[in-house]
């Protein structure tokens, strides 16, 4: 089994919709989550970051993590055109320095 | 901001060639790393360096060496160019700051091996 796991999509929707992203992960000693959006041919970024357990907030993005599920999930509010990208869940490993990486889940919102 | 720069964007390289691909971070962090990036594959680390001179094999290093002369310079070389060897590589550095780590990423060089 993968340390993470996330749905490729793609995923398509119209402006404004609700988006959501999923991962899970196999270990449930990680307590530190990440989210990188990858625009087409440009490097990853970090989006947002939370630690175990509830929602963190930041403009129209929330990160959530269930860790009784083993599952962590990126919503996007009132998605725009440029949130299409590809979106990639993170979780260190056990350095701490180096990560495990979901396969991404590419993402397009329709004008 | 933390800057990474890969040197190029796009290569084309012939089979057997020796390939170099070069990283340059500008904010003296002491971890660099080296992945490569495929459909359906994700991310794959190659090999990474915690310091100046030292290097460590990642998932998949055969095939290739590193370099690491200077702090914030990383450089990833193909000993004989692979039509597998073609792929997205991704160079990044990895912070750590009051509570929020995580890797910045350069933007990638495209390397084609015909």
């Known amino acids: 089994q993968k340390e993470v796991e996330q749905d490729p999509g793609p995923l398509s929707v119209p402006e404004g919709a609700i988006v959501s992203l999923n991962c899970t992960y196999s270990?449930?000693?990680?307590?530190?989550f990440m989210w990188y959006r990858q625009y087409s041919r440009k490097g990853p970024e970090l989006l947002m970051y939370?630690?175990?357990?509830g929602n963190k907030e930041d403009g129209r993005f929330t990160a959530q993590v269930d860790k009784s599920s083993k599952y962590i999930s990126l919503f996007i509010r009132d998605s725009q055109p440029s949130d299409s990208a590809t979106y990639l869940c993170a979780i260190p490993r056990r350095t701490g320095n180096q990560f495990y990486f979901g396969t991404g889940t590419s993402l397009t919102v329709i004008p | 901001d933390v800057k990474v720069t890969q040197s190029s964007r796009y290569l084309v390289k012939r089979t057997g060639e020796k390939v170099f691909l070069e990283c340059v971070q500008d904010m003296d962090h002491e971890n660099m790393f080296w992945y490569r990036q495929d459909p359906g594959l994700g991310l794959r680390l190659i090999y990474f360096s915690y310091d100046v001179k030292m290097k460590e094999k990642g998932d998949i290093p055969e095939g290739y060496s590193v370099s690491r002369e200077k702090k914030e310079r990383f450089s990833l070389i193909l000993e004989s160019a692979s039509t597998n060897q073609t792929s997205m590589y991704l160079c990044a550095s990895s912070f750590r700051l009051r509570g929020r780590r995580g890797y910045t990423f350069g933007s990638g060089t495209r390397l084609t091996v015909v």
């Open positions: 270990n449930s000693a990680f307590q530190y």
């Open positions: 939370t630690y175990s357990s």
